[in-house]
């Protein structure tokens, strides 16, 4: 068992760490690194985070939109370097726990921007597991993008049609590549999953791109073929 004194040691810290990237509320430093890592604080903001991740084994008590600011500042973090590729399991679960907490009703927040949070965090949860396939090659990773691309496409696709069409092609990509990866006996079920977001981010996007409707039904063509030599007799 890890020692006492070890584990009030590491509360204090990540205490003085949430203190520090949530000191001056709209100019928090995790706000001011939001979008993109800023060039005066992005490197103390980058260690903070970081750290943070490393020591912490749950956010599921935190307060929401401390999650989200955390795990969009991690997102530039490994888009940029590998300081959190060790943590990647830990960042994929604090993105799941902040999109069960959108779950339930969130005092100050409305509908829409509840289900836009949720969006958020499976969005980053999909790039995470994504991540991880790449470093690990084991396809739990995979299956886990599609999951989280299509869920967030799923609950997105009367507010958000970019958005949804987006996160459809996304776990289309990871069916696709799922398709490939499996033995003859789960190709069907795979092609299916691939034909089926394919379709379905050709359909929610429509007119708004006709350019990603045709390459998105394009894609569902593919898949579709592959069904049929799959089952033909």
């Not at 960042?91 to 509908?111: A, P, R, S, V, W």
């Not at 350019?211 to 039904?217: E, G, K, L, M, V």
Request: hydrophobic share 40%.
């Amino acid at each position: 068992m890890p020692r006492l004194d070890h584990i009030v040691n590491r509360e204090e810290r990540l205490l003085e760490l949430w203190m520090e990237l949530e000191e001056g509320s709209q100019n928090s430093l995790l706000n001011s690194n939001y979008d993109r890592l800023d060039p005066k604080t992005g490197e103390r903001c980058i260690a903070h985070v970081v750290e943070y991740i490393q020591l912490a084994d749950t956010v599921i008590n935190q307060d929401v939109i401390f999650i989200k600011n955390l795990t969009k500042v991690a997102s530039h973090i490994i888009s940029k370097s590998e300081l959190l590729d060790r943590y990647l399991d830990s960042l994929y679960k604090f993105n799941m726990e902040g999109h069960t907490i959108t779950q339930k009703q969130i005092e100050g927040l409305d509908e829409q921007r509840r289900i836009n949070m949720s969006a958020h965090f499976l969005s980053h949860a999909a790039t995470v597991a994504r991540k991880n396939y790449v470093k690990t090659n084991d396809t739990i990773w995979l299956k886990r993008a599609f999951e989280c691309n299509k869920e967030s496409g799923e609950i997105t696709e009367k507010t958000d049609r970019a958005h949804a069409a987006y996160s459809f092609g996304l776990a289309d990509n990871a069916a696709e590549e799922m398709f490939c990866q499996v033995v003859d006996s789960k190709k069907i079920a795979w092609a299916e999953k691939w034909f089926g977001a394919a379709k379905k981010s050709g359909d929610v996007i429509g007119e708004l791109d006709l350019i990603h409707a045709f390459h998105s039904y394009s894609k569902a063509g593919e898949a579709a073929y592959n069904l049929y030599r799959l089952t033909k007799k």
